[in-house]
């Protein structure tokens, strides 16, 4: 459920004059993992580039923008760096030089031009032309460091870790039997350590706020910026949705996500188990008071 059906990719390259592809390496909502130099060869093929959105891989696989072949090559590249334990503010767009010497920069400043004239401007070469101001130098420094740790601790570990721990907390909420585990929860080889869930009882908002509240658990609840994917997910359609237009988070379909770090236990994983319950009863009282209904449906 939810994963990326490449034969349909192919067909829209077939029927549509597609210039990019855009894909993400790794979902943030189900944690599927993309074969995205499959998606590259097809692109290619149909004349197209991809942009790889590689925020939600970066710090849990190893990542090359090399396929087995030239055809299965990653054009552009873009991530985040406090996805991988650095400052916010960093991050990184790597990309075909050639093509990005084509394109006018979105900022202008100090260091993206060669000459300025009374009436004209000569910009400078990528990527300096898309670098306008001073440089982000922390970013840059932390976003570097990350890199070093993640690799001294072991792409093949983390990936190893994530498992042991998904594999705990999808038998802990199966077992409960009141638990709505989003995307597949049997073959989760090809997932990154993020899970979604929701329960028929209560809210998922107010559940999200007791969680934190009573338990200290840090979760991400809504449709976290993945709106559509979001709501097909849940068995929403567009025209459902506008009913929520003006409606508060609160009321309006959201899914809870838990998101692993490198740092995490299985223990952890037991002790948020055990404290489900307590949260849920706290957000089924609030939920009373409130008299709002539960997710998924309203």
């Excluded at 991809?50 to 299965?72: C, K, P």
């Excluded at 084509?102 to 009374?118: A, C, N, Q, S, W």
């Excluded at 028929?200 to 840090?218: F, I, K, P, T």
């Amino acid at each position: 459920m939810g994963r990326v059906r490449y034969e349909d990719i192919e067909e829209l390259l077939k029927t549509n004059q597609v210039k990019y592809v855009t894909v993400t390496a790794a979902s943030n909502v189900t944690g599927y993992v993309t074969d995205v130099h499959c998606i590259a060869k097809l692109a290619h093929q149909y004349g197209a580039k991809i942009i790889v959105d590689g925020t939600q891989i970066v710090a849990h696989r190893s990542f090359s923008m090399l396929g087995e072949t030239e055809e299965e090559n990653i054009d552009f590249f873009v991530f985040s760096a406090h996805k991988m334990y650095s400052s916010f503010g960093g991050g990184a767009v790597v990309g075909l030089k050639e093509e990005l010497q084509k394109h006018m920069p979105e900022f202008y400043g100090g260091g993206t031009i060669k000459l300025v004239r009374d009436y004209t401007v000569s910009y400078g070469n990528a990527p300096a032309t898309y670098e306008a101001g001073s440089p982000n130098y922390p970013g840059v420094v932390g976003l570097g460091k990350a890199i070093d740790v993640l690799q001294e601790v072991g792409f093949d570990a983390i990936e190893e870790h994530e498992q042991k721990l998904l594999h705990r907390l999808i038998d802990g909420l199966k077992a409960r039997g009141d638990m709505i585990l989003f995307g597949e929860t049997e073959n989760i080889e090809d997932k990154v350590g993020v899970l979604t869930f929701n329960t028929n009882e209560v809210n998922s908002y107010l559940l999200a706020e007791q969680l934190a509240q009573l338990c200290g658990v840090a979760t991400r609840r809504g449709a976290f910026c993945a709106n559509p994917y979001v709501w097909r997910l849940l068995g929403y359609t567009d025209e459902q949705m506008e009913h929520y237009t003006e409606c508060s988070d609160m009321k309006t379909p959201g899914m809870i996500r838990i998101g692993f770090g490198i740092y995490n236990t299985e223990e952890e994983v037991d002790q948020f188990l055990e404290m489900l319950d307590k949260a849920i009863e706290q957000a089924k009282i609030e939920q009373e008071n409130l008299i709002i209904p539960a997710d998924p449906s309203f």
